[in-house]
């Protein structure tokens, strides 16, 4: 089955630096990619949802980016600041059973410094 | 907006007791998902539901599990009996198909 690798599991950096996390998945099948925030003893906040048709993904604060070829997708928080401190979990899903059945990788616990 | 909640937060229990874990999915939603997760280790799914029924269950949902929805109320995680290495936090979720799941806080669940 569909097996997701995340890298770093810990991520310290200064508040105004960029922070990158990268997630790497076995099946070349899968289509849909998630990443998730999740702050202590909260639910996971869906930061963004994208398909394989699209390589660039910018939200606020961030963008991910998608490669097919190397099945790579990576988290990129331009800026950071002290409220980005939380743990991030990449997800994967394929199209043929895309009915919420999600792939995690183990997280990255990021820490912004002032 | 929309929340998945989970009922209790926390529960404690002697191993080899029956435990319920509830959950109230957003209330258009179709699809229910159980994901379990270890501290310190990744989310694995469990199990997903729809229109009543398990759709597929992974290798993680022993026999002593059991999921149902009855008459569009709580959708549950049963465990029976409970044994030490159920402790985790379970995560219920829930999506209209095609959309992220969204998921719940969570239920820290400790067997004795």
């Known amino acids: 089955g569909e097996q997701v690798e995340q890298r770093p599991p810990h991520l310290s950096v200064r508040e105004g630096d960029s922070a990158v996390i990268t997630c790497t998945y076995t099946?070349?099948?899968?289509?849909?990619f998630f990443w998730y925030k999740q702050e202590p003893g909260a639910s996971l906040q869906l930061l963004m949802k994208v398909f394989s048709s699209t390589e660039i993904n910018e939200g606020q604060g961030f963008t991910v980016l998608l490669n097919k070829k190397d099945k790579r997708l990576s988290l990129n928080l331009t800026a950071a600041h002290p409220g980005d401190s939380a743990a991030y979990f990449c997800?994967?899903?394929?199209?043929?059973?895309?009915?919420?059945?999600?792939?995690f990788g183990d997280g990255t616990v990021l820490t912004v410094k002032p | 907006g929309p929340k998945v909640l989970q009922i209790p937060s926390h529960q404690i229990i002697d191993m080899g007791q029956m435990v319920t874990l509830n959950c109230d999915p957003v209330?258009?939603?179709?699809?229910f998902y159980w994901y379990k997760q270890i501290l310190g280790q990744q989310m694995e799914f469990l199990v997903n539901?729809?229109?009543?029924?398990?759709?597929?269950k992974s290798k993680l949902f022993k026999d002593q599990f059991s999921v149902e929805r009855p008459d569009g109320s709580y959708f549950t995680l049963k465990i029976q009996p409970t044994a030490l290495e159920d402790s985790a936090v379970y995560f219920c979720?829930?999506?209209?198909?095609?959309?992220?799941?969204?998921f719940g806080e969570g239920t820290r669940l400790s067997v004795l």
């Open positions: 979720a829930s999506s209209l198909g095609q959309g992220a799941p969204l």
């Open positions: 209330s258009n939603h179709l699809y």
């Open positions: 099946d070349p099948n899968s289509y849909y």
């Open positions: 997800a994967v899903s394929e199209l043929r059973t895309n009915t919420g059945k999600l792939t």
């Open positions: 539901f729809y229109n009543g029924k398990v759709m597929e």
